[in-house]
């Protein structure tokens, strides 16, 4: 059974940084794909970033480009890292994964994380 569980939400001041972790178990991921959306009060759930863990390409929304990066590290986990940060980027950031790049990036993907909060003020 596929488990992904993310840490390192958390609140911080606009301009500041945050790190999410996505620590996936229960098959190898050497041929999946990792990514993260993630849903603000009363909008739609939206894609920020997604790598392909045996090429390392990845795929940023405009919104995050140059403020986040998302890398593959070792032992199944990937990670977020998020600069800059805004007011907008409130929001619940969820981990998915499939083995289609495409089916991440379009929010379709077979396994979801429950979420972790990013609460970020001025």
């Known amino acids: 059974q596929v488990q992904l569980v993310e840490t390192g939400g958390g609140s911080v001041q606009a301009g500041g940084s945050l790190t999410l972790s996505c620590a996936a178990s229960?098959?190898?991921?050497?041929?999946?794909?990792l990514g993260w959306f993630r849903q603000a009060p009363g909008k739609d759930r939206e894609f920020v970033t997604a790598?392909?863990?045996?090429?390392?390409?990845t795929s940023y929304a405009d919104s995050v480009k140059g403020r986040f990066t998302i890398s593959a590290g070792s032992a199944n986990t990937t990670f977020l890292e998020m600069n800059s940060l805004k007011p907008e980027d409130t929001a619940v950031y969820y981990c998915?994964?499939?083995?289609?790049?495409?089916?991440?990036?379009?929010?379709?993907?077979?396994?979801w994380g429950q979420g972790t909060q990013v609460s970020v003020s001025l």
């Open positions: 998915v994964a499939d083995v289609n790049f495409g089916d991440v990036i379009r929010g379709t993907a077979r396994y």
């Open positions: 229960g098959r190898t991921f050497s041929t999946y794909t």
């Open positions: 790598v392909r863990w045996s090429s390392g390409t």
